[in-house]
């Protein structure tokens, strides 16, 4: 249980007032009018002043009044006369607010068992004294026992002062901020909601005991992460704090940055660059523009920069703070690289390359003498593969490998060799190999791999099973072709029989080995292989699958569409029409049925079974179903989509076959123009819309 500014500053006036005031009256009873000498009446006085002084939380100032007077009233009055006692226990709580814990602890042991004589057990005098030491002992950290000090006393306060009592509220606020210190957060809150209604009743909206409560309940609420009920309740105090404080006083100052903080947890990052911008000002005017309390907004308004990729903005912020933190917290620092990794970023996404590979240096540098085992996930907040891919992207591929080495040996040294992210590392590394065409060493690498991840995450995990498709993927690259399908198929048994068919692990690497077959050309050149052994190969998987992913992603679903589109060419190019025409129309169905008649993914089913038509010599039936497909696509898509000129193109072949010259001559040449100017001359769709024209103009041909 630490102790707080406000807890300085709660109920001081209270406390010492009201606190004390009983007592004197009763005292004070017993003279008779005009009976106080002067030095008297100066004693009372300096203790006032004394008084005053702790109340404006000049503790220094207060000590030094308080010891001189104990020194005074013990010489005039006596080590155990009341009034000696009051300045001591004024003097114990200057000591404490000052941090001298141990001091003040000592001073308030001492003092107890005389206040427990002179005033009573249970007197108000001897109550703020028990108060006062168990304050002194929470500060310590031996929080639970304060806190069994605390409820012995708020159980005594309640009944002997009341519940509304001053000295009681005390000890509840104490006791509330040591739940808030030891994470009892809940206990917390019911306190302090409960505290909030009494001090709004007695004490008014506006009174400070009041905005002091709202302001703990804040910190509260925050340590739960109930951000909407942060921002609802900072909303309500902050233009009352204003009113009442202030806009510069600490306690509003505070207030706004537990209204930032609430606002960046809830993704709000316009308003939080708003707040940023106008507490700033405000903070260095009080607070001096090398504090921490600044240079914590100056990290929340670049956090907040970047959420809306205002990147040159961001930027700016991070040039201002990072001297600044260099100064204040020195080089090897976590805000430091938290900094040089944003300024890095920030640089990366604007496109400078050059600029953002000195500042990622300067940050790794900085994480191998800052960062321990713990802050491994530090690396991955400023996209550092993300780099690396880029570098790779720019052709800087040496250099790509070079980065990617690095940070899986800085990976290695923070977490161990065989730590999991230190492993997923040891992958990014493999494929920014391949990415670099580095296809030997990216094999070498994974296969080093692959009995590590066997052995640490299991041989059937995901991850091991994962790592083994990275092997099958280098292998296609390599053109390969077998043995990364064989790899493939190996992987694909396992995480079916595993994960089951229908996981999307699984369904994950159907796709990969679909798209592997649908490169035929590929395939048959390494094993020989005539088209329609693959094309078999493919009807058999997509029959095998095709069940798995409608239940994964259900029907209508993009991904299945297209793998039924895919099922149906395939049926095509084997010639099994019929079944191809069935799955056509079914595949048309659920297109309709769950995008709509206009949606391109509708236009291209239907494009399907117009295909099939043209091919099964059902010529009138192709062209109906291509000028219906061509309206809508018109419709939906306009006229100069490539898609729409596909169509065009095909409807036009389709009424040549039909010795409708004259009409797919119009067709024809609409497809080439429309080409002409989406793709370019040169574009192969293009040129063959050209060839149709030209075939159609001939005289040979119209003859």
């Known amino acids: 249980m630490k102790p707080l500014l406000s807890s300085a500053l709660s109920f001081v006036l209270l406390f010492y007032t009201m606190g004390t005031e009983p007592a004197r009256a009763a005292e004070g009873g017993e003279k008779k009018a005009g009976q106080n000498s002067p030095a008297a009446v100066a004693d009372e006085k300096a203790f006032a002043a004394a008084e005053a002084l702790y109340a404006e939380a000049k503790f220094v100032e207060a000590e030094k009044a308080a010891q001189a007077l104990v020194a005074a009233r013990t010489q005039a009055l006596g080590a155990e006369a009341r009034e000696t006692l009051r300045v001591r226990l004024l003097l114990a709580e200057s000591l404490r607010m000052l941090g001298k814990m141990a001091e003040s602890e000592k001073q308030l042991r001492e003092l107890l068992p005389v206040v427990t004589k002179v005033f009573g057990a249970e007197d108000r005098e001897t109550l703020r004294c028990q108060s006062a030491m168990i304050a002194a002992i929470g500060s310590q950290g031996r929080n639970e026992e304060a806190e069994e000090g605390l409820r012995?006393?708020?159980?005594?306060?309640?009944?002997?002062?009341?519940?509304?009592?001053?000295?009681?509220?005390?000890?509840?606020?104490?006791?509330?901020?040591?739940?808030?210190?030891?994470?009892?957060?809940?206990?917390?809150?019911?306190?302090?909601?409960?505290?909030?209604?009494?001090?709004?009743?007695?004490?008014?909206?506006?009174?400070?005991?009041?905005?002091?409560?709202?302001?703990?309940?804040?910190?509260?609420?925050?340590?739960?992460?109930?951000?909407?009920?942060?921002?609802?309740?900072?909303?309500?105090?902050?233009?009352?704090?204003?009113?009442?404080?202030?806009?510069?006083?600490?306690?509003?100052?505070?207030?706004?940055?537990?209204?930032?903080?609430?606002?960046?947890?809830?993704?709000?990052?316009?308003?939080?660059?708003?707040?940023?911008?106008?507490?700033?000002?405000?903070?260095?005017?009080?607070l001096g523009a090398e504090n921490t309390d600044i240079l914590a907004t100056r990290i929340r308004l670049a956090f907040a920069l970047r959420q809306q990729d205002k990147w040159a903005a961001a930027e700016a912020e991070y040039r201002l703070l990072l001297p600044l933190q260099l100064k204040v917290l020195g080089t090897d620092n976590k805000e430091v690289v938290d900094t040089r990794g944003g300024l890095a970023l920030s640089l990366r996404h604007q496109e400078k390359l050059a600029e953002a590979e000195a500042e990622y240096r300067e940050f790794l540098r900085l994480c191998e003498r800052v960062l321990r085992p713990d802050d491994w996930s530090m690396l991955h907040l400023y996209e550092l593969e993300d780099f690396i891919k880029t570098l790779n992207k720019k052709d800087k591929k040496t250099l790509a490998v070079?980065?990617?080495?690095?940070?899986?040996?800085?990976?290695?040294?923070?977490?161990?060799?065989?730590?999991?992210?230190?492993?997923?590392?040891?992958?990014?590394?493999?494929?920014?190999?391949?990415?670099?065409?580095?296809?030997?060493?990216?094999?070498?690498?994974?296969?080093?791999?692959?009995?590590?991840?066997?052995?640490?995450?299991?041989?059937?995990?995901?991850?091991?099973?994962?790592?083994?498709?990275?092997?099958?993927?280098?292998?296609?690259?390599?053109?390969?072709?077998?043995?990364?399908?064989?790899?493939?198929?190996?992987?694909?048994?396992?995480?079916?029989?595993?994960?089951?068919?229908?996981?999307?692990?699984?369904?994950?690497?159907?796709?990969?080995?679909?798209?592997?077959?649908?490169?035929?050309?590929?395939?048959?050149?390494?094993?020989?292989?005539?088209?329609?052994?693959?094309?078999?190969?493919?009807?058999?998987?997509?029959?095998?699958?095709?069940?798995?992913?409608?239940?994964?992603?259900?029907?209508?679903?993009?991904?299945?569409?297209?793998?039924?589109?895919?099922?149906?060419?395939?049926?095509?190019?084997?010639?099994?029409?019929?079944?191809?025409?069935?799955?056509?129309?079914?595949?048309?169905?659920?297109?309709?049925?769950?995008?709509?008649?206009?949606?391109?993914?509708?236009?291209?089913?239907?494009?399907?079974?117009?295909?099939?038509?043209?091919?099964?010599?059902?010529?009138?039936?192709?062209?109906?179903?291509?000028?219906?497909?061509?309206?809508?696509?018109?419709?939906?898509?306009?006229?100069?989509?490539?898609?729409?000129?596909e169509t065009c193109h095909r409807l036009a072949l389709c009424l040549v076959r039909q010795k409708k010259e004259k009409e797919a001559l119009k067709y024809a040449q609409r497809a080439y123009a429309g080409r002409l100017k989406v793709l370019g001359r040169d574009h192969k769709d293009t040129r063959e819309a050209n060839e149709l024209v030209e075939r159609l103009t001939k005289p040979e041909t119209k003859a």
Request: hydrophobic share 40%; charged share 30%; glycine share 4%.
């Open 152 to 286: 012995s006393l708020i159980a005594t306060a309640t009944r002997v002062l009341g519940a509304e009592d001053p000295v009681t509220l005390v000890a509840r606020r104490r006791q509330a901020e040591g739940w808030h210190f030891q994470g009892k957060q809940k206990e917390a809150e019911a306190d302090l909601r409960e505290r909030l209604v009494i001090y709004e009743h007695k004490l008014g909206a506006e009174d400070r005991e009041t905005l002091r409560c709202q302001y703990h309940l804040i910190r509260v609420l925050s340590a739960q992460n109930k951000y909407a009920e942060v921002v609802e309740l900072c909303r309500r105090l902050l233009p009352v704090e204003t009113k009442v404080l202030g806009a510069e006083h600490e306690e509003t100052l505070s207030c706004q940055n537990h209204l930032i903080q609430a606002l960046t947890a809830q993704d709000k990052h316009a308003e939080v660059e708003a707040q940023c911008r106008s507490l700033l000002p405000l903070q260095i005017k009080v």
């Open 402 to 645: 070079k980065w990617s080495r690095r940070l899986t040996d800085l990976h290695t040294k923070l977490c161990g060799p065989e730590d999991r992210f230190t492993l997923y590392q040891r992958d990014f590394g493999v494929r920014t190999l391949t990415d670099a065409g580095k296809l030997t060493e990216a094999e070498a690498e994974c296969r080093l791999l692959l009995p590590i991840y066997a052995r640490v995450f299991g041989p059937e995990s995901k991850d091991a099973l994962d790592e083994r498709m990275t092997l099958s993927k280098i292998l296609h690259e390599q053109k390969r072709y077998a043995a990364a399908e064989k790899e493939c198929r190996q992987v694909l048994d396992i995480a079916s029989h595993v994960y089951g068919a229908a996981d999307k692990f699984t369904l994950g690497h159907v796709m990969l080995l679909i798209i592997w077959l649908e490169r035929v050309e590929l395939a048959a050149d390494e094993a020989n292989l005539r088209l329609v052994d693959r094309n078999k190969d493919l009807a058999v998987l997509l029959r095998q699958y095709l069940p798995a992913f409608i239940t994964a992603y259900g029907k209508g679903h993009s991904k299945v569409l297209n793998l039924q589109s895919t099922f149906i060419t395939t049926l095509m190019e084997l010639r099994q029409f019929a079944e191809a025409e069935k799955e056509c129309r079914s595949l048309v169905a659920d297109a309709i049925r769950a995008l709509g008649p206009e949606a391109k993914q509708t236009l291209k089913a239907r494009g399907i079974l117009a295909s099939l038509f043209d091919q099964l010599g059902r010529k009138p039936e192709a062209e109906k179903e291509y000028r219906e497909v061509l309206a809508l696509s018109e419709h939906a898509l306009g006229a100069e989509s490539t898609d729409t000129l």
